[in-house]
């Protein structure tokens, strides 16, 4: 099947509908799934507070001597990561081949790291992810081309996140078995490498029995699509050093940030917990159970953190905090952005581009 038969098939079966339509993004924070994962989400937060015996007022008293000028900082280089994020999609686009098949080219690495952030704001309020699809969407409606091979290179981003995640939590828990009992230790590396044969199996199946399964299970309409997933997906795992290098960079650069919210606490971490609980935090992140990891991420942190050895409201203080910058600021820049009168997800992307 020829480029321009898989282009007019790919174009009618998906159009312009994207996977989390612009229109009803906001309807979609009041359907039930979403109210769902808010409700399950504070229930884990309740459950947290109550079964830690968490005080309130201290945890807030340590809060309030915050020091402003290090916790910027940490915001700061919170932010500071989306430029490398955006160039490394960049160069997962290149492998797929976009720079070939995309009338536009590929956008800016600074635009598809304003199409992640959005994706940041939508998986802040929706559930399984559905962020992910949407700043895949916003990518393609930019180049023009096939959302499904688009998704493809996404899928490919988290397979490499989840590899390199899991080799630095290897290095990482060497160091931190001095500080956190060693059960604890087990269960988070469980969980990450539960992940990361899910994936490496989910892998092997679309390499090698995928073309099978697609010709038994999914009607024929739907091949062309795989296929296009298919070939982003896998075409994205080409000339990978430099995206590895940027992928461990990405999430020290993650570990910085915890290292300085603490730090704005007057807490001092040792390096090998700062990078073993930034890494924990991207891992209870992926679990696509409540929006943004609303509640698990805030429970994982405090509970590594006080098997550290540090205060529960201490732990409790720099969860919050840190939970501040990753999931309340970028849900606060994107309810801003709708009431302000720009709809993030139509306005602001066409004038990104034009600015492009």
């Known amino acids: 099947m020829d480029d321009n038969t898989r282009t007019a098939e790919e174009t009618q079966l998906n159009g312009d509908v994207s996977p989390v339509e612009e229109s009803s993004l906001w309807k979609q924070f009041f359907q039930l799934r979403t109210l769902a994962g808010f409700i399950v989400s504070f229930a884990i937060i309740y459950f947290l507070v109550g079964r830690l015996n968490i005080d309130l007022a201290q945890t807030w008293g340590h809060i309030s001597n915050v020091d402003p000028l290090r916790l910027s900082l940490g915001i700061l280089i919170y932010y500071a990561a989306f430029p490398v994020r955006g160039y490394r999609w960049k160069l997962l686009l290149k492998n797929a081949g976009f720079d070939e098949c995309s009338e536009k080219g590929i956008p800016s690495s600074w635009t598809l790291s304003r199409f992640m952030a959005m994706g940041w704001f939508a998986n802040c309020i929706l559930p399984a992810k559905l962020g992910d699809a949407y700043r895949a969407y916003l990518a393609k409606r930019g180049m023009c081309v096939s959302f499904s ?166 732990a409790a203080s720099i969860a919050i905090l840190d939970r501040v910058i990753t999931y309340w600021s970028v849900l606060v820049l994107g309810v801003g952005l709708h009431f302000w009168g720009l709809n993030p997800f139509r306005a602001l992307r066409a004038r990104l581009y034009a600015s492009d």
């Open 149 to 314: 091979k688009t998704m493809g290179t996404v899928l490919a981003e988290r397979v490499i996140d989840v590899m390199v995640i899991f080799v630095m939590l290897l290095a990482a828990t060497v160091a931190v078995l001095r500080y956190v009992q060693i059960d604890a230790v087990q269960n988070i590396m469980q969980v990450g490498l539960a992940l990361v044969v899910i994936m490496g199996v989910g892998l092997v199946v679309m390499a090698r029995f995928g073309g099978f399964f697609v010709e038994r299970l999914l009607p024929k309409r739907f091949h062309n699509i795989y296929q296009l997933f298919h070939e982003g997906t896998f075409h994205s795992f080409r000339s990978l050093p430099v995206v590895i290098i940027l992928s461990v960079l990405i999430w020290l650069v993650e570990a910085a940030r915890v290292y300085l919210v603490a730090s704005s606490l007057g807490i001092t971490l040792d390096t090998g917990l700062v990078v073993f609980v930034a890494l924990t935090d991207a891992l209870l992140v992926g679990i696509p159970l409540t929006p943004g990891g609303l509640g698990l991420v805030e429970a994982g942190l405090t509970a590594i953190l006080m098997l550290a050895s540090i205060s529960t409201e201490q």
